[in-house]
Each structure stands twice: as structure tokens, then as C-alpha cells.
């Protein structure tokens, strides 16, 4: 059975720094793209970065430049390094993953993709 299981959530200061890990298991991870979507408080859900099976990687302009995503097919674990975080980026951040066949998938709901995790929250507030 698939598995994506996330942590490193938290309570952060606006300009302080995160980093989640998602542990992957259950499915082939090297064959998958995979994702970080959030959801904000009273928002809906937005789609933030993805890693495809190449280590290319993709971001939205907001978060680029100081959002690194990352992966370790070895240890079947994605990354998210979140720095200069700032109250607009709290929220539920879920990983998620699919079979690569081409484009990268940038969805914001769970039907997308073939596996998804249960999230972490991270709080940004002084």
C-alpha cells in the first residue's frame, strides 16, 4: 500500500525557516513526480513545487528563490526547504506524488495525483 507520510511543520517567525520531509513508500518513487501543495486558511488549495523524475524542478513565482524542493531516491524522501517564510505562506502543505509522463502535473486536488499525504501545518506568526 502507497504511503506519503509528512513532518516538519511548525510555529515559525515571518522571515524564519523550515524544512519538511515527505517518506515515500509502497510505489515506485524514482518513477514519480512529485509535489508540494498548500492550503491556506480560508483559501483553496495552491500548488507550490514539484520535482520531477529528472531532479528538474518548478516553482510558483511567489515562493522562488527562497523555496527549494528536493529529493533522495535512495532514501525515497522528498524535501521542501522553505526560508524567508512569511505569514502568506502558512498553511497545510501536502506532498504528493505522480507517474511521470511528461509535463509535470501542477494540481491543487488530491484526484490528481496517484498518491497524497496526510500534511503538516506550518504557521508563520511573530
Known amino acids: 500500500e502507497a504511503h506519503l507520510v509528512e513532518s516538519g511543520g511548525g510555529l515559525v517567525q515571518p522571515g524564519g525557516s523550515l524544512r519538511l520531509s515527505c517518506a515515500a513508500s509502497?510505489?515506485?518513487?524514482?518513477?514519480?513526480?512529485m509535489s508540494w501543495v498548500r492550503r491556506a486558511p480560508g483559501k483553496g488549495p495552491e500548488w507550490v513545487t514539484a520535482?520531477?523524475?529528472?531532479?528538474?524542478?518548478y516553482y510558483i513565482p511567489s515562493v522562488k528563490g527562497r523555496f527549494t524542493i528536493s529529493r533522495d531516491n535512495d532514501k525515497n524522501m522528498v524535501f521542501l526547504q522553505m526560508d524567508d517564510l512569511q505569514p502568506e505562506d502558512a498553511g497545510v502543505y501536502y506532498c504528493?506524488?505522480?507517474?511521470?509522463?511528461?509535463?509535470?502535473?501542477?494540481?491543487?486536488?488530491?484526484?490528481?495525483?496517484?498518491?497524497w499525504g496526510q500534511g503538516t501545518q506550518v504557521t508563520v506568526s511573530a
Open positions: 520535482i520531477d523524475t529528472g531532479f528538474e524542478t
Open positions: 504528493a506524488g505522480g507517474w511521470h509522463i511528461g509535463a509535470v502535473v501542477a494540481g491543487t486536488s488530491q484526484a490528481e495525483y496517484h498518491q
Open positions: 509502497g510505489f515506485p518513487f524514482g518513477k514519480h513526480d
